[in-house]
């Protein structure tokens, strides 16, 4: 399984909401409150044999939830 980092950019408020709805996705491994232009990072693990498009998922999943202004994704290569 190979980790990909997220992270979303909420509108005002929203942050909350925001991450209920990933949660009830069931997707995500972890996810935290961040400070910065982000306001959430999530991982997730994806199955390289499966050949998942994390495109599409993000683009039809992720950033389809109500209240996501902008997302930022990390691909993983290697673990230290």
Not at 25 to 31: G, K, P, T, V
Not at 47 to 66: C, F, K, T, V, W
Request: proline content about 5%; aromatic content about 10%.
């Amino acid at each position: 399984m190979k980790p990909v980092f997220i992270q979303l950019q909420c509108l005002p408020g929203k942050t909350y909401e925001v991450a209920d709805a990933l949660y009830e996705l069931e997707i995500a491994s972890e996810l935290y409150s961040t400070s910065g232009e982000y306001d959430l990072l999530m991982k997730l693990y994806i199955d390289p044999e499966q050949d998942e498009d994390i495109g599409r998922l993000i683009n039809d999943r992720i950033s389809a939830i109500p209240g996501i202004v902008r997302t930022l994704t990390t691909l993983t290569f290697k673990a230290f």
